[in-house]
T-cell receptor
Framework: EAQVTQNPRYLITVTGKKLTVTCSQNMNHEYMSWYRQDPGLGLRQIYYSMNVEVTDKGDVPEGYKVSRKEKRNFPLILESPSPNQTSLYFC?????????????FGQGTRLTVV | KNQVEQSPQSLIILEGKNCTLQCNYTVSPFSNLRWYKQDTGRGPVSLTIMTFSENTKSNGRYTATLDADTKQSSLHITASQLSDSASYICVVSSMNTGFQKLVFGTGTRLLVSP
């Protein structure tokens, strides 16, 4: 089954404790992206990757890091989480090509930083 | 500035009734427009994708329309069911940036009441 898998689904952590949210896709997609979703706001892009070892900042990259060492994996790293990073996070993947290309989303990771 | 605006913000309808959700966008040059359904706390799931040349596209009880001249789209839900209760998100991509920079609306929250 084609899917994007995120782990963990839920995470409560303390300020300053480094954490990693994993994202893996089984569709051999080149493009992957991380978003955060907050009440009253649309999904906002954190980082995206167009292929292995190619990453770039989205609209809200501060406080986050990513890596793309393998095509299927795109982990999101919070080196020193703060309460304003409490949010619902989504990973997405897609094939290249703007016209009519499907984007698949993971099930989400709800992060709470206390 | 590329923007997507959706209306209404929220909607309550009785089971079995029809409803229409609206999406206006300013993204240019336009590539495609997608409607996603997002259950609470879950990842968005694609309903339809329409490119410039497509005026309408259906997916079961969901029918999306696109007017590229006025930059408007609508999502019509026929004979609503309780399982239609969700947020519906309009997403537009530009020919210049494609998947790298999807522009998300803030969604319409639909509640179908028995």
């Amino acid at each position: 089954e084609a899917q994007v898998t995120q782990n963990p689904r839920y995470l409560i952590t303390v300020t300053g404790k480094k954490l990693t949210v994993t994202c893996s896709q089984n569709m051999n997609h080149e493009y992957m992206s991380w978003y955060r979703q907050d009440p009253g706001l649309g999904l906002r892009q954190i980082y995206y990757s167009m292929n292995v070892e190619v990453t770039d900042k989205g609209d809200v990259p501060e406080g986050y890091k990513v890596s793309r060492k393998e095509k299927r994996n795109f982990p999101l790293i919070l080196e020193s989480p703060s309460p304003n990073q409490t949010s619902l996070y989504f990973c997405a993947s897609s094939l290249p090509g703007a016209r009519g290309t499907e984007a698949f989303f993971g099930q989400g990771t709800r992060l709470t930083v206390v | 500035k590329n923007q997507v605006e959706q209306s209404p913000q929220s909607l309550i309808i009785l089971e079995g009734k029809n409803c229409t959700l609206q999406c206006n966008y300013t993204v240019s040059p336009f590539s495609n427009l997608r409607w996603y359904k997002q259950d609470t706390g879950r990842g968005p799931v694609s309903l339809t994708i329409m490119t410039f040349s497509e005026n309408t596209k259906s997916n079961g009880r969901y029918t999306a329309t696109l007017d590229a001249d006025t930059k408007q789209s609508s999502l019509h839900i026929t004979a609503s069911q309780l399982s239609d209760s969700a947020s519906y998100i309009c997403v537009v991509s530009s020919m210049n940036t494609g998947f790298q920079k999807l522009v998300f609306g803030t969604g319409t929250r639909l509640l179908v009441s028995p």
